[in-house]
Nanobody
Framework: QVQLVESGGGLVQAGGSLRVTCVASGGTFSSYVMGWFRQAPGKEREFVASISWTGGSTNYAGSVKGRFTISRDNAKNTVNLQMNSLKPEDTAVYYC??????????????????WGQGTQVTVSS
C-alpha cells in the first residue's frame, strides 16, 4: 500500500544542478525515515542521504556532502534532494527509500522497507 514515486531526474552538464523529488502515499509519511540511494550500471546501490521523521537530523555520503541537500515536507508527503555542483560520477538512477521502523545505519539499503522505481540522473562532462 505504501508507494514512493520519484521525479525530477534528467540530463545536466557538469557543474549544474537538479532537484529530485519523492512523493509518498499509502502510509503515514511523518513516521518515515526517508533516504536517497543511487545505483550506477554494474554497481551496487549506494547511500546518498537520509533524513529523520521530523527533518531535524540528516546524513550524507562523503562524496555528496556539501553539494547535496535533503529536505522533507510532511504536509506535502514529499522528500527532496537538491543536487548542486554535479559531477559525471553522480550519474545514476536515484531511488527514494522509506522505513517505518528504527534504522541502525542509514547507509545500508536493507534497513529500508519501501522503495520507489527510481529516476535517472545523467551528468555529462
Amino acid at each position: 500500500q505504501v508507494q514512493l514515486v520519484e521525479s525530477g531526474g534528467g540530463l545536466v552538464q557538469a557543474g549544474g544542478s537538479l532537484r529530485v523529488t519523492c512523493v509518498a502515499s499509502g502510509g503515514t509519511f511523518s513516521s518515515y525515515v526517508m533516504g536517497w540511494f543511487r545505483q550506477a550500471p554494474g554497481k551496487e546501490r549506494e547511500f546518498v542521504a537520509s533524513i529523520s521523521w521530523t527533518g531535524g537530523s540528516t546524513n550524507y555520503a562523503g562524496s555528496v556532502k556539501g553539494r547535496f541537500t535533503i529536505s522533507r515536507d510532511n504536509a506535502k508527503n514529499t522528500v527532496n534532494l537538491q543536487m548542486n555542483s554535479l559531477k559525471p560520477e553522480d550519474t545514476a538512477v536515484y531511488y527514494c527509500a522509506a522505513s517505518n521502523g528504527r534504522i541502525s545505519s542509514p547507509y545500508r539499503p536493507y534497513e529500508y522497507n519501501y522503495w520507489g522505481q527510481g529516476t535517472q540522473v545523467t551528468v555529462s562532462s
